[in-house]
C-alpha cells in the first residue's frame, strides 16, 4: 500500500444561483448550476501512526478540528474503520472567502484521495452522502462535473454535457462571511429575471452568448449593499469586453465570462494590479482518477 497520494481540488463558479426561501432546518432553499475552474489547491495525503493532523501554506487557514478537509479525514476513517492517522499539507491557492468553494473542494478531495490512497473503493454516491455531512457545497466536488445543485446545494444532479469557458476572476481585498450574505438576502427584493430553463437550455447548446445573458446570482444585491466594490468589479470586467460578469456564490469574487481565451488576457491587461487577484481561468477538465 502506498504512504502518501497527491489530488488536485479545484476551485468553483457558480453560473447560476437561484434562492427559492428558508427551510425549517435554517438552511436556504437553492437552486445552482456549478462548473470547475482550473484554479485549484494541491494536497498532499500521508499515513500516519495515529491522529489526524492538518497543515497549510496559508497560516491564516484553520488546521485543527474546523477545517473541512480535517472533517473529512475523521468522517472516512469512522466510516470505514480505519486505524492508521492522517497527515493531510493544503497547498493553497484558491482564496478563503471569496465564494470559490476552496474548503468544500478540500474535503471532497480527501474523502476521494483516502479512497483512493486506502483502496476501500467506496462508490461515489457514497461519499457524496458522507460529503453532505461535511457541507452543502462538498457533494458537488465529489462528482466534479457542472452540475445543477438543489436542496440546500447537496442534491446533485450532473449536466449531460461540459462546456469550456473563458473567464477573468477578480478578487478584491476583502471576504465575505456565507451567513451573513445569506442573513441579508430578502426574497421580495430580488426584481431580476430567474429563467433556470433558459440557462440549462443556452448550457445544452453551447450557446456562449446566451449562457452569458442568463447568468444570475441573486445574493449579488444583499451582498453589494454591503461591499459596493463588488459592483464596481462587475463594471470594470463588462467594460473590459466580457459578455456579463456575476458574483461566484456569496463573494466576494466576480468571474467575466468571454468568448475566447485572448478576449479574457486582453480584459487582463486592463485590470491586472487593480485588485489583489487577477487571474485568467478556464474550465477544469477532471483527469483520470
Known amino acids: 500500500m502506498a504512504e502518501h497520494i497527491y489530488i488536485e481540488a479545484p476551485a468553483k463558479v457558480n453560473l447560476f444561483l437561484d434562492i427559492k426561501g428558508k427551510r425549517d432546518d435554517g438552511y436556504h432553499e437553492i437552486q445552482t448550476v456549478m462548473h470547475l475552474i482550473d484554479l485549484k489547491d494541491e494536497i498532499r495525503i500521508s499515513l500516519r501512526d495515529e491522529g489526524i493532523r492538518v497543515r497549510c501554506s496559508e497560516p491564516f487557514i484553520p488546521q485543527g478540528s474546523e477545517n473541512l478537509a480535517y472533517k473529512a479525514a475523521a468522517i472516512f476513517s469512522e466510516k470505514c474503520g480505519i486505524r492508521k492517522g ?12 471569496a465564494g470559490l468553494g476552496g474548503g468544500s473542494s478540500d474535503a471532497a478531495a480527501v474523502l476521494k484521495g483516502l479512497n483512493n490512497l486506502l483502496a476501500c473503493n467506496v462508490p461515489h454516491e457514497e ?3 458522507w460529503a453532505a455531512e461535511i457541507g452543502s457545497d462538498v457533494p458537488f466536488f465529489i462528482w466534479e462535473r457542472t452540475a445543477l445543485a438543489e436542496g440546500r446545494g447537496e442534491l446533485i444532479s450532473p449536466l449531460k454535457r461540459e462546456n469550456l469557458l473563458h473567464m477573468l476572476l477578480v478578487k478584491p481585498d476583502f471576504s465575505v462571511s ?4 445569506y442573513r441579508n438576502f430578502k426574497k421580495e427584493e430580488v426584481k431580476m429575471s430567474r429563467d433556470l430553463k433558459a ?10 452568448i446566451s449562457i452569458a445573458e442568463n447568468m444570475i446570482n441573486v445574493l ?3 451582498v453589494i449593499k454591503l461591499y459596493p466594490e463588488i459592483a464596481g468589479i462587475k463594471d470594470d470586467l463588462k467594460r473590459a469586453g466580457a459578455l456579463n460578469a456575476l458574483m461566484s456564490g456569496s463573494g466576494s469574487a466576480v468571474f467575466g465570462i ?3 481565451e485572448k478576449e479574457a488576457l486582453r480584459a ?3 485590470l491586472q494590479g487593480k485588485y489583489p487577484l487577477v487571474k485568467v481561468v478556464t474550465s477544469y477538465i477532471r483527469g483520470d482518477e
Do not use: C, H, Q
Not at 87 to 97: H, Q, T, V
Not at 178 to 181: L, Q
Not at 199 to 208: P, S, V
Open 127 to 129: 461519499l457524496a452522502l
Open 268 to 270: 487582463y491587461s486592463f
Open 220 to 222: 449579488e444585491m444583499p
Open 199 to 208: 440557462f440549462l437550455a443556452a448550457w445544452e447548446n453551447y450557446d456562449i
Open 86 to 97: 492522517v497527515e493531510i499539507y493544503i497547498d493553497k491557492k484558491i482564496p478563503a472567502g
Open 178 to 181: 456565507t451567513p451573513e450574505a
Open 258 to 260: 468571454f468568448r475566447e
